[in-house]
């Protein structure tokens, strides 16, 4: 038995009619019929009953067009589903987040592509540092990260979509909260909570930001992220400087501050130079405008 079979019975059975059957399989007559009695021939039952003026569906043909037609709507459902695939509108991407990423940018995201690709589901991994979402786009368990470059490697491809300015975490019975604007000069005698990974680009960022402020900081504690950063921000241990998007944050007993001769660390979309997933390229495609490159074209990694 053969799809076409099924196909030809259903629309013989939906017509009652061979020869407007045929014309609508675009299939001669003759061959149409030839191929009614092969099927009924190999399930050993008649399916039509035929006479000279009419066809009609015997009790057997109406239990196997029921049938026929939940495997046709099947079969036709993963022919529309693998074409998505291919496409790249349908399955699911992992994307990685780092740090406060996941509660800056993941709302706007998850909504863009819910609008423009909404049968593409998400599956999301947050508090990755660079160097581990690099190494999880190497292996293909994540499809994009939204990491901070420097990223290792050269066949992990990125497109800067934001420069984010480092600001200040202070608790807010802090001498500095009641200051709308804070030099970095201002934190030499500060204790500073910071970020445990010395892989952190964040981190190395704050450090550099204190040298050219011409001082080494003060590491009083510190902390796996962001989150657990301000805790110790709230109670009174340290201060701390953290990316702007800390501010999505908004933790009981600490204030954010600018920070004036602060460094920025910059937020890209990034994915494996060799990546051959249409669902990885509509993606990125899909969040071309929503998150535009923040780099000339020239420097931006392709």
Known sequence: MELRHLRYFATVAETCHFGRAAERLHIAQPA?????????DELGVALLARTTRQVSVTPAGEFFLAEARHVLAAVDAGVRGVRRI?????????????????????????RALAQRVPQ???EVRADLLTAEQCELLRAGTLGIGVLRPPVTGDDIAFRVIEAEPLILAVPADHRLAVEPVVAMSDLRAE???????RNSVVHEAVARSCREAGFTPRRQHEAPGTAPLLALVAGGLGI???????????????????????????????WHRETRSPLVSTVLAALEDVFPSTRPPSEVSR
């Open 32 to 40: 149409l019929s030839h191929a009614i009695r092969q099927l009924e």
């Open 86 to 110: 291919g496409e790249g509108k349908l399955g699911l991407v992992r994307i990685g987040f780092t740090g406060t990423a996941a509660f800056s940018h993941l709302p706007h995201l998850a």
């Open 120 to 122: 593409v589901e998400l």
């Open 191 to 197: 204790p500073l909570v910071t970020y445990t990974g």
């Open 240 to 270: 701390g400087v953290v990316p702007a998007s800390a501010r999505s944050l908004p933790l009981a007993g600490v204030v954010f501050r600018d920070v004036a001769g602060a460094a920025s660390v910059e937020l890209a979309l990034a």
